[in-house]
């Protein structure tokens, strides 16, 4: 058990809809990050939060966005979804931020869009 | 674009045996080089991880090899264990970007 936890665990939704995920970062970690894995893309990095503050940004569409909340935790937010947003996104924490930190993974949130 | 290109897609070695895993990339602005292993229904772990400025880590049984000249780098996993069989992705990351390889599946065999 990493300590990152995510909510929900499965997520089954019809297209066009918007779902929220959420991520709580292990105790005193500042930094959160959000990935998709998919069949077809791999695994990919969508954004990082540092403190509430966005601190680096991936592969994200425009229809996904993020947010850090004071009190750490994470939501990533999914809109207009599309049969091809289906896969399971991971929610990662450090203390810090800069990659040379370890990143320990949430379990996963597996989306499904119908 | 895959900038990270990984490869073999899927392994099978005997136990006690050498997997290797190799990896290679296109931006010379990467300076951190982590392999991740997941098992199934897990999210990745932190295996191993280098920087460009050595040629080779080791932890325990598993090693990377690096060669920034050829721009290339490679997992080694000496005595292979049953317990090692998940998927393994190597990464690289520069700034404000991290990408991944598209795995390795790993199956040792007892």
């Not at chain 1, 947010?67 to 399971?88: K, V, W």
């Not at chain 2, 674009?1 to 045996?17: A, N, T, W």
Request: proline share 5%; aromatic share 12%; net charge neutral.
């Amino acid at each position: 058990d990493s300590g990152v936890t995510q909510t929900p665990k499965h997520l089954i939704t019809a297209t066009g809809q918007r779902v929220t995920l959420r991520c709580s970062p292990r105790s005193g970690d500042l930094s959160v990050y959000w990935y998709q894995q998919s069949l077809d893309q791999g695994l990919q990095f969508l954004i990082q939060y540092y403190n509430g503050e966005e601190r680096a940004k991936g592969n994200i569409l425009e229809r996904f966005s993020a947010q850090q909340f004071p009190d750490l935790h994470s939501e990533l937010n999914l809109s207009s979804l599309e049969l091809g947003d289906s896969a399971l996104y991971f929610c990662a924490s450090s203390p810090r931020t800069g990659w040379y930190n370890e990143q320990f993974f949430g379990p996963g949130t597996r989306l499904t869009v119908l | 674009q895959q900038q990270v290109k990984q490869s073999p897609q899927s392994l099978i070695v005997q136990k006690g045996g050498i997997s290797i895993i190799n990896c290679a990339y296109e931006n010379t602005a990467f300076d951190y080089f982590p392999w991740y292993q997941q098992f199934p229904g897990k999210g990745p772990a932190l295996l191993i991880a280098i920087r460009p400025d050595v040629s080779e880590k080791k932890e325990g049984r598993f090693t990377i090899s690096f060669n920034k000249s050829a721009k290339q780098f490679s997992l080694h996993i000496m005595d292979s264990q049953p317990g090692d069989s998940a998927t393994y992705f190597c990464a690289a990351s520069e700034d404000n970007d991290m990408r991944f390889g598209a795995g390795t599946r790993l199956t040792v065999k007892p």
